[in-house]
C-alpha cells in the first residue's frame, strides 16, 4: 500500500501564491507518474498536473503558466507550486500515485490518493 498525505493548502488573496506539497510513504511509487488534481464541492475531479517518473510534465490549460509541478524522487515526494492565484482556483487539492509510468490526466488510471487539502482564493 502507498500512502499520501497533502499540505500546504490555506488561504490566499487572488494574485498570491502557496506550495503543495505531497509526501509518499509505504511501498514505493518512484517508477509511477504522479499528479495533483482539484475538486469544488458538487463538481467532478478535474485533473490539474502530472509528472512522470523521469520528468516529463502535462498541466491542464487553466493552469498552464501558473503552476508548476515538481518531483523529489529520493524524498519520495512532490510539489505543486501555485502562483497567480485566482478565485476559479479554489477547491480541494488532492495528490494522486499512479503505478503506471505513462502521463495521464485520467483520474482512473491514479491508483492512490491523499485525504487533500482546501485551497481558497479571495478576490
Known amino acids: 500500500q502507498v500512502q499520501l498525505v497533502e499540505s500546504g493548502g490555506g488561504v490566499v488573496q487572488a494574485g498570491g501564491s502557496l506550495r503543495l506539497s505531497c509526501a509518499a510513504s509505504?511501498?514505493?511509487?518512484?517508477?509511477?507518474?504522479m499528479g495533483w488534481f482539484r475538486q469544488t464541492p458538487g463538481g467532478k475531479r478535474d485533473f490539474v498536473a502530472a509528472?512522470?517518473?523521469?520528468?516529463?510534465?502535462d498541466y491542464a490549460d487553466s493552469v498552464k503558466g501558473r503552476f508548476a509541478i515538481i518531483r523529489v524522487k529520493d524524498k519520495n515526494a512532490v510539489y505543486l507550486q501555485l502562483n497567480s492565484l485566482k478565485p476559479e482556483d479554489t477547491a480541494v487539492y488532492y495528490c494522486?500515485?499512479?503505478?503506471?509510468?505513462?502521463?495521464?490526466?485520467?483520474?482512473?488510471?491514479?491508483?492512490?490518493w491523499g485525504q487533500g487539502t482546501q485551497v481558497t482564493v479571495s478576490s
Open positions: 509505504g511501498r514505493t511509487v518512484s517508477s509511477g507518474a
Open positions: 509528472i512522470t517518473s523521469s520528468g516529463a510534465t
Open positions: 494522486a500515485a499512479s503505478q503506471s509510468a505513462a502521463i495521464t490526466r485520467a483520474p482512473s488510471w491514479y491508483s492512490y
